[in-house]
């Protein structure tokens, strides 16, 4: 491989401390220099290059599955498959296998035309839905096009209860899960507490103040220990752990 990914296949995405009961959480996400991850209204922008991709991919691999909201479902329409090959992998490495989609949906707006809903989709996602959804005709339609659909307590906020979700996820074999955005998601992960990893990718663009910002509430998010910097191409990935308070 011409760049060197092994400050990620060096790394452990396991839960060390079983006693909690709840898979590990790595966030990853891409933003631009001014820190916007998508474009006016929530639009799609290619923000990693070539290299960072193939990391994200790499992640992707490592992990039970990955994790995204409703609103990443509805504005790119995505797989979140692995799309690697052998000549990516380190040698020995044994066979692709693709992480569990996991969209968080507190509304079930779940569409039924989605890509993940294909034939030809490797994986069906999990839909972690409200409770008042038990008996809604959506529901009925996902789960005879292979969706899972799963009903929880909602937050004081009126989101998906993160620590529900990742009880739920452990229960169900999950013990590793990647977050990918969007801002909602990885503003709500990032004041949580739950968050083990952080994995930031730098693009040296600016997308302009129209855009979405990664972080909604700056206020809430941690501070960062064993930071390191690693090239990938025109861009630069930020690792790092997550440190918060005794009270979060």
Same mark, same amino acid.
């Given at each position: 491989?011409?760049?060197?990914?092994?400050?990620?296949?060096?790394?452990?995405?396991?839960?060390?401390?079983?006693?909690?009961?709840? +898979?590990?959480?790595?966030?990853?996400? /891409?933003?631009?220099?001014?820190?916007?991850?998508?474009?006016?209204?929530?639009?799609?922008?290619?923000?990693?290059? /070539?290299?960072?991709?193939?990391?994200?991919?790499?992640?992707?691999?490592?992990?039970?599955?990955?994790?995204?909201?409703?609103?990443?479902?509805?504005?790119?329409?995505?797989?979140?498959?692995?799309?690697?090959?052998?000549?990516?992998? +380190?040698?020995?490495?044994?066979?692709?296998?693709?992480?569990?989609?996991?969209?968080?949906?507190?509304?079930?707006?779940? +569409?039924?035309?989605?890509?993940?809903?294909?034939?030809?989709?490797?994986?069906?996602?999990?839909?972690?839905?409200?409770?008042?959804? /038990?008996?809604?005709?959506?529901?009925?339609?996902?789960?005879?096009?292979?969706?899972?659909?799963?009903?929880?307590?909602?937050?004081?906020?009126?989101?998906?209860?993160?620590?529900?979700?990742?009880?739920?996820?452990?229960?169900?074999?999950?013990?590793?899960?990647?977050?990918?955005?969007? /801002?909602?998601?990885?503003?709500?992960?990032?004041?949580?507490?739950?968050?083990?990893?952080?994995?930031?990718?730098?693009?040296?663009?600016?997308?302009?103040?129209?855009?979405?910002?990664?972080?909604?509430?700056?206020?809430?998010?941690?501070?960062?220990?064993?930071?390191?910097?690693?090239?990938?191409?025109?861009?630069?990935?930020?690792?790092?752990? +997550?440190?918060?308070?005794?009270?979060?």
């Amino acid at each position: 491989m011409a760049t060197n990914y092994d400050f990620l296949f060096g790394r452990s995405f396991e839960q060390t401390d079983n006693n909690t009961q709840r +898979p590990h959480v790595t966030l990853t996400y /891409a933003q631009s220099l001014d820190g916007k991850i998508a474009g006016r209204h929530g639009q799609q922008l290619i923000l990693s290059g /070539a290299q960072s991709m193939t990391a994200t991919h790499i992640l992707r691999l490592m992990h039970d599955a990955i994790l995204v909201g409703i609103g990443t479902v509805l504005n790119d329409d995505p797989r979140l498959s692995v799309r690697l090959t052998n000549d990516d992998l +380190p040698e020995g490495s044994g066979p692709i296998r693709h992480p569990q989609p996991i969209i968080l949906d507190s509304k079930l707006r779940f +569409p039924t035309t989605a890509k993940l809903l294909l034939p030809t989709s490797p994986t069906t996602p999990w839909i972690f839905t409200s409770s008042i959804h /038990a008996n809604s005709q959506r529901k009925t339609d996902l789960e005879a096009l292979g969706a899972k659909i799963f009903l929880l307590d909602l937050d004081p906020s009126g989101h998906i209860s993160l620590e529900g979700l990742l009880s739920t996820l452990w229960e169900n074999k999950i013990r590793s899960v990647m977050v990918e955005g969007g /801002a909602s998601v990885i503003s709500s992960f990032l004041k949580s507490g739950l968050v083990a990893s952080f994995l930031l990718t730098i693009a040296p663009v600016y997308v302009g103040k129209d855009g979405v910002s990664a972080v909604e509430d700056a206020e809430a998010a941690p501070e960062f220990d064993g930071i390191s910097y690693h090239a990938l191409g025109r861009d630069v990935m930020m690792v790092a752990r +997550p440190r918060y308070s005794a009270s979060s």
